[in-house]
Antibody, heavy 120, light 110 residues
Framework: QVQLQQWGAGLLKPSETLSLTCVVY????????WTWIRQPPGKGLEWIGE???????NYNPSLKSRVTISVDTSKNQFSLNLNSVTATDTAVYYC??????????????WGQGTMVTVSS | QSVLTQPPSASGTPGQTVTISCSGS????????VYWYQQLPGTVPQLLIY???QRPSGVPDRFSGSKSGASASLAISGLRSEDEADYYC???????????FGGGTQLTVL
C-alpha cells in the first residue's frame, strides 16, 4: 500500500521560503513523477511542478522563477522550496504521485495536505 | 483564469444524470488524455477517470468520461447525495510542458 506523508512549516512571513517534504512509503519510487499541487482556500487545484526519480523537473511557468523541487532517492523523499512567498501563496499544498503515458493514472496517490499561511 | 474551462457549478436531483464539461485547446485536451478528480468536502482529491474514459477499480459505473476534440465531459448517472463534491478535469499541456487543471465544478444534489 503506497502512502505519501508530507510535512513542513505552516506559517510564514512574506518574503520567506516555503519548504515542504514528502516521503513515499511502499511501492516503487522510480517510474513516477513526484508532484506538488496546491489549492488556495475555496479555490481550485494548481499544479506546481514535478520531479522524476532521476531528478528531471518540470515547473508551472507562472511559478518557475521561485520554485525548486528536489529528490532524495535514498530516502524515497522529494521536497518543494518556494521562495519570496506572499499572501497569494497561502494554500493547502499537496504532494502526489504523477505519471504519464497510456498506462498512467496520474495523481492517484496524494499526501494528506499541508495548510501554509503567509501572513505578517 | 484556468487553462481548462469548467462550469463553476452544476446541480441535479437524485436519480438524474448530470454532465460536467471541460473545454481546452489543441495543445492540451485535443492531443492528450483527460483525467477527472472528485474532491469530497474537506478531503483530498481522488482519481475518478483516467485515460479520458477509464474508471479505476472501486469507482461506480455511474461515472463515465468522454472526449471529443478539444473538449471532454464527465457524466454522472443515477445521481446520489454522496456525489456532492467538487470535480476537476486535468490534462498535460504540450505548450506549457506541464499539467493543467480546470477551475473545478461544484456539484449540488438538490
Amino acid at each position: 500500500q503506497v502512502q505519501l506523508q508530507q510535512w513542513g512549516a505552516g506559517l510564514l512571513k512574506p518574503s520567506e521560503t516555503l519548504s515542504l517534504t514528502c516521503v513515499v512509503y511502499g511501492g516503487s519510487f522510480s517510474g513516477y513523477y513526484w508532484t506538488w499541487i496546491r489549492q488556495p482556500p475555496g479555490k481550485g487545484l494548481e499544479w506546481i511542478g514535478e520531479i522524476s526519480h532521476s531528478g528531471s523537473t518540470n515547473y508551472n511557468p507562472s511559478l518557475k522563477s521561485r520554485v525548486t523541487i528536489s529528490v532524495d532517492t535514498s530516502k524515497n523523499q522529494f521536497s518543494l522550496n518556494l521562495n519570496s512567498v506572499t499572501a497569494t501563496d497561502t494554500a493547502v499544498y499537496y504532494c502526489a504521485r504523477g505519471s504519464r503515458g497510456f498506462w498512467s493514472r496520474p495523481f492517484d496517490m496524494w499526501g494528506q495536505g499541508t495548510m501554509v499561511t503567509v501572513s505578517s | 483564469q484556468s487553462v481548462l474551462t469548467q462550469p463553476p457549478s452544476a446541480s441535479g436531483t437524485p436519480g438524474q444524470t448530470v454532465t460536467i464539461s471541460c473545454s481546452g485547446s489543441s495543445s492540451n485536451i485535443e492531443s492528450n488524455y483527460v483525467y477527472w478528480y472528485q474532491q469530497l468536502p474537506g478531503t483530498v482529491p481522488q482519481l475518478l477517470i483516467y485515460r479520458s474514459t477509464q474508471r479505476p477499480s472501486g469507482v461506480p459505473d455511474r461515472f463515465s468520461g468522454s472526449k471529443s476534440g478539444a473538449s471532454a465531459s464527465l457524466a454522472i448517472s443515477g445521481l446520489r447525495s454522496e456525489d456532492e463534491a467538487d470535480y476537476y478535469c486535468a490534462t498535460w499541456d504540450d505548450s506549457l510542458s506541464g499539467w493543467v487543471f480546470g477551475g473545478g465544478t461544484q456539484l449540488t444534489v438538490l
